[in-house]
């Protein structure tokens, strides 16, 4: 196993690793953590792998680690690094298999009171709706002539296909879609995977979440969003799929064979990459865009299958029931962005995996509606706890190019949850406190138990602290679809 490297304490929320810690390392590695949830992560192997990639090609200032860091493929889960568009690299462990896993919210005009009496009814019609669990598919089968235009289109092929509204388009980071696909970079395995799985939420961490609006922190930002206390909300977590997950596996192939023949040995073989003007670097992002692409179309077929849920249960069309987009926020993406470096701006190519975008009020990219607080940014908790709603803060900008953590991240391993946890014990603790939880498999429970992730009100506080995010509003869990 690797040596963990030391880290310096900076202040009450920041951590370095400095570069003499490791070999070939060009820049220093910082973490944004505190005492707590430091304890889950000392000796773990997440830090060797921030370490790792600051020996990068290219890379600008410092490899970052946000506070939900745990351990990934390649970067660590809750990774960021920046690359010069010349110099540096693109790494498909740094953007990770999911491509595009995003968090969509929605908002209701419904109060928890009238949706509790018939809370075991929606979540089941939300479990009948929206197909979930491994390998889960009949959402919207595609016909193999249509998966070019999805790959292309993204969320706005689906709305022009009944699949939404086009007021949902604004409210989606990209408007839901990523320019520079290159549809003939997907694979043919990865084009047969994505054919049946459109609209379809998946397993492991993906779910449907039915929350209540539980208290306000930044009242003005969230009546800009919609967000009242006890209205209720529902939050999607989900991706590209299995042709997301096909396109990162042909493309660390490829970025594999080509170094062996290189003769180029990396620190981790898990950090294959390739010069981001190279043929490889082109095909890649033109694959991964595309990959993002299906996301978000993935994410826009799933809301038209929520409103249909709400609107059979509660009788009433989608449109009497609100049910807009608040926002949808994309984690595992590469993106060109302009960033300040050495005192002048720059284009740079910012992998954020497991990490999300918080740019601050006043950016362009931020929809005109939310301009003046900063973009959203979405951290679900677990299952039994809070989630949030955020904005990103100025700070941002310099200290983590314009990027915040993604949920609370990972404390256990799948595999060691299914170890601690029982089934019987995580649906009982849940039915308790009042949270009805339907479920693809009984494991799809048990990985996700709540003891197997961080206290999502540490990590929050990191976060706000570090002076990435300002919190905006604090949601509760009502009902839960896992795969």
């Known amino acids: 196993m690797e040596q963990v490297p030391a880290l310096v304490r900076v202040d009450e929320f920041t951590y370095r690793i400095e570069r003499t810690e490791r070999p070939g390392m060009r820049v220093p590695g910082v973490l944004y953590s505190d005492d707590a949830l430091l304890s889950a992560v000392e000796g773990d192997p997440s830090l060797a792998q921030l370490a790792n990639v600051a020996t990068l090609p290219g890379i600008q200032e410092r490899a970052l680690a946000m506070p939900d860091i745990h351990f990934g493929y390649g970067f660590p889960v809750g990774g960021v690094a920046a690359f010069d568009l ?19 919210l929605l908002r209701t005009s419904l109060t928890a009171d009238e949706v509790r009496p018939r809370l075991g009814e929606l979540t089941e019609r939300l479990y009948r709706e929206i197909p ?8 919207y089968p595609l016909a193999p002539g249509q998966i070019d235009e999805v790959l292309l289109g993204g969320a706005r092929w689906a709305v022009e296909r009944g699949l939404g509204r086009a007021e949902d388009l604004p409210f989606q980071e990209e408007e839901g879609a990523l320019s520079g696909a290159a549809p003939a970079e997907v694979s043919e395995a990865a084009r047969k995977r994505g054919l049946k799985q459109l609209g379809t939420l998946g397993s492991g961490n993906h779910f449907l979440e039915v929350q209540a609006v539980d208290r306000l922190l930044e009242p003005e930002a969230a009546a800009a969003m919609g967000l009242e206390p006890g209205r209720v909300v529902v939050m999607l977590h989900t991706g590209s799929r299995g042709l997301g997950h096909q396109v990162a596996t042909d493309f660390i192939a490829r970025m594999d064979r080509r170094l062996a023949e290189e003769g180029t040995t990396l620190v981790d073989r898990q950090l294959s ?11 890649y992002l033109g694959a991964m865009a595309a990959a993002a692409n299906f996301a978000w179309a993935n994410r826009q077929a799933i809301t038209h299958g929520i409103r249909r849920a709400f609107s059979a249960v509660f009788g009433r069309p989608d449109e009497a029931l609100d049910l807009s987009v608040v926002y949808d926020i994309a984690h595992n993406m590469a993106k060109t962005e302009s960033h300040s470096v050495a005192g002048g701006s720059r284009r740079l190519l910012v992998h954020r995996k497991g990490a999300t975008r918080a740019f601050p009020a006043g950016r362009d990219e931020v929809p005109a509606a939310y301009r003046r607080f900063g973009q959203p ?5 677990d299952m039994g706890t809070a989630s949030y709603v955020l904005v ?22 799948r595999h060691a949850a299914v170890r601690a946890f029982r089934y019987e014990e995580v649906t009982r603790d849940l039915r308790a406190r009042g949270i009805v939880v339907r479920s693809a498999s009984r494991e799809g429970v048990t990985e996700e138990a709540p003891g197997a992730y961080k206290d999502v009100e540490e990590v929050v506080r990191v976060a706000e602290g570090a002076g990435l995010t300002r919190r905006v509003a604090r949601l509760v869990p009502l009902g839960v679809v896992k795969g």
């Open 86 to 104: 010349d110099e540096g690299v693109v790494s498909p462990g740094g953007i990770g298999y999911d491509i595009n896993c995003g968090v969509r």
């Open 132 to 139: 979930s669990g491994v390998g889960s598919r009949g959402g």
């Open 377 to 381: 940014v979405l951290i679900p908790g």
């Open 392 to 413: 990103g803060l100025p700070t941002s900008m310099e200290k983590s190019f314009g990027s915040s953590c993604h949920g609370a991240g990972r404390r256990l391993s």
């Open 273 to 283: 990459c390739a010069p981001i003007g190279s043929d490889d670097g082109i095909r």
